[in-house]
């Protein structure tokens, strides 16, 4: 019986791997910020990261734009990403400070960031185990390889309380995070080589009580140019 190879994501990369080291020491250097006990994977988290009146804000904003999550590659599970998502204008006066205090916190230029998002899910929804990173052998890598490339820092800001559930997981790396208002969450997506690192998959769990609200940004290694739509 032939077992099925399983292409690697990408390989490594001089540029990706900079991006690694350097926003690794920045962040290391943050009063008050702890570092996840894996050699598995670079997770950092930062309590107090945003103000109760910058999540309320948020929280607002979302609720005004949310629409149904989408997914880059098609899954058989209809269940797979049950939550609503709000993209963040980054040049909305009060959206663009929080873009880029993130971006200055991880020291990579706010125009390698794509458009912050709100996540909003309600009890029962969920964002099953994945990669934030691209898979180099699927056919959206082509668009995804001229505007910005591959996705290297990823960091997330719990906006609420959850009153069960709604955890972040990652199963490989053994690291999980329950949300906590104004806390912020960053990980390499990449290993030290700068090839995609496996060990970052995670799962937002599902909410079991409450609703649980968050921003993702993903960091490009290169400047990101959004896709013009005609
Ligand atoms: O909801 C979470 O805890 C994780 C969200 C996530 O993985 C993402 O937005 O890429
Ligand atoms: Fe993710």
Not at 139 to 157: D, H, L
Request: glycine share 8%; charged share 20%.
């Amino acid at each position: 019986m032939n077992t099925p190879v399983r292409k690697a994501p990408g390989g490594p990369s001089p540029v990706r791997a900079e991006w690694g080291r350097s926003v690794e020491a920045t962040l290391s250097a943050v009063p008050g910020i702890r570092r996840a006990k894996t050699d598995a994977a670079v997770v950092f988290a930062l309590t107090d990261f945003l103000s109760e009146d910058e999540c309320d804000m948020l929280m607002a904003t979302i609720d005004a734009g949310r629409r149904k999550s989408t997914l880059l590659t098609a899954t058989n599970d209809p269940n797979f990403r049950t939550s609503d998502s709000c993209d963040l204008d980054r040049w909305h006066p009060l959206l663009q400070p929080i873009d880029e205090k993130i971006a200055h916190l991880l020291g990579i230029p706010p125009e390698h960031g794509e458009t912050m998002q709100g996540q909003r899910y309600a009890p029962g929804q969920q964002f099953r185990a994945h990669n934030d990173y691209f898979n180099e052998n699927e056919p959206y890598w082509a668009s995804m390889a001229v505007q910005g490339g591959q996705r290297t820092w990823t960091a997330m800001v719990y906006l609420n309380e959850v009153e069960q559930g709604g955890a972040t997981w990652f199963p490989q790396a053994g690291v999980r995070f329950n949300p906590r208002p104004g806390m912020l969450v960053a990980w390499n997506n990449m290993n030290a080589d700068g090839s995609p690192n496996l060990a970052t998959l995670h799962e937002g769990m599902a909410v079991v009580e409450g609703t649980k609200y968050i921003i993702t940004k993903w960091f490009r290694e290169g400047p990101w140019t959004p896709t013009i739509e005609p």
